[in-house]
């Protein structure tokens, strides 16, 4: 901004603040890294959704033997696979995390009643059961996750 | 702001060097300058600045008025965590291993200069939301000659969000506010809800529809980062979420304000005094019919001349 | 549209994606169908089978994860465009050339599906 001859700066700290949650100090904060993580995901599902409508319009497009041919790129450890399994990652977290923000944003649940501060001055949203679901979250869909790369890559 | 309540008895670091981030509008450079400081117990970040400023380099440019976390002039960057700087203590930033506390201006404001940034956008949009009650009768509200009743549970639902102190920490904090700037902000919108949730708001169905904008709280994702920054306690992010519910809600009809306060006359015209015990003395001289229908004079021309 | 509506229109799209997507991924769990491994389970006998059958699920599933897809992207690049007037027109438009052009993909999908041979 400009002003006469001085110039001000801009200290937004820009898009970076979206995507890594550490450029400030979070301690005791972790909406904020359940926050990047489902942007990131989200990002992710978006190209895995047009590519899976794509890909699945082979057998319209080129018939059933084009689909086998695609499904078999999907068997062992490959790029495709990989990337599949990325994908599937991406979807159990940003489900399960969207469960949890459906109740806070929807619904307003999980943030506490309003209090009156008092030691040790924690926001009541922070103190409530969503804290709990971050964690309850992050658990399962490690363990789906997980589950998912087992019927992936090994039967 | 999880606040380290022992802080302020333990002792800082006997020096503790201050790094600040400087701005010099006139040229456009941005440069990091230390300074050491000599520590005491107790010491805030603030009085180190002001020892800096008295002692060392008197060019350093913040901003402070009331020194007790109460005016909110003193927000900045401290150790990468917005933060008062009248209400940190150097014990609680720097510690013996790293004696080393650096400050920056508030993030995602413009800066004027050094540690100063420009609130004009923050306040144009804290305006945006109307942060006062509105009410059908105008001429009531601003000569006032009855009284809006309100229970302590009615109070209790946004008495948080009325201690804010327009700091701006909370947008400093925000990573949506970081990149978009027409984003309102979770301090606007924490104070929307407040109003909302004021049982003497009257207007509260144009206040929503005045949010039912791009910009506003649809772009809050709840990273909450504004509610763990806040020094007040206000928990914008729990305000935010409330406010989006009951914008929701209202958008497909399930919402209603319960109550709207009405006017009432004065609590002591209500009720008719209860009349002195029998053993009660009164001073003498004093006639207490007197008392009730003419209000005491004070002279003060006499105690001006006495 | 309203941003309300939107908001409305992307937290309903979620609730029904939920359940929908718990539905499509379970049915490729190897065991429901006998079969040793994923890709045997989307043998065409399978999904010839699954589209015939539940082909309004499948389409209001395209529906709602390419709406909710779309324009969650859409509010992120939104965000990132700031105020440059321009760009956030041409994020709008392209948006919704987005949801018609993977709308008539997934359509296609369905309505074009060849018999088994
Ligand atoms: S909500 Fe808290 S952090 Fe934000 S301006 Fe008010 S007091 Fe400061
Ligand atoms: S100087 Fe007033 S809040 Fe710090």
Known sequence: MERGRFRFLENRLGIIASLYPWVIDIRGNPERIAFTLHRITGIILVGFVALHIISTNTPARAGWEAWVEEVQRLSGVNPV???????MGALVFHSLNGIRLLLVELLALGIGRPEKPKPPYIPPS??????????IVSILSLIIWALMGYVIFLM | MVFDLKAATRTPPRVVRIRVRRYNPETGSSWWQEYEVETYRGMTVLDALLKIKAERDHSLVFRYSCRMGVCGSCGLVVNKRPRLACQTQIAEVASEGRPVVELEPLYNFTVLRDLATDFTEFFRKHRFVKPYIL??????????TLEYSQTPDELAEYYEYSLCISCGLCDAACPVYASDPNFLGPQALAQAYRYIADTRDELWEERLRLLDVEGSIFKCHFAATCSAVCPKMVDPAGAIQRLRSTLLKYKVRVYRKTRVAKVVPPMEKREPQKPLPPEATLVEGVDLKLLEEEKPVIPVEKLLTS | MKAGTIA???YATAILMVLLIAWHVAVRIP??????DLPSTMSPEIIYDEVRRFWPLLILLSIAVVIHGVNGLRGILLEWAGSNERLRFAINILSI?????????????IVGLPELG
């Open chain 1, 81 to 87: 696979s990989l990337l599949f399994f990325i994908a």
């Open chain 1, 126 to 135: 922070l103190k409530g059961y969503q804290r709990t679901l971050i964690y």
């Open chain 2, 135 to 144: 009410r059908r009768d105008v001429r009531e509200r601003e000569e006032p």
């Open chain 3, 8 to 10: 409305l229109i992307q």
């Open chain 3, 31 to 36: 065991w429901l169908h006998g079969v040793e």
């Open chain 3, 97 to 109: 050339l987005a949801i018609i052009a993977l709308l008539i993909v997934a359509v296609h999908t």
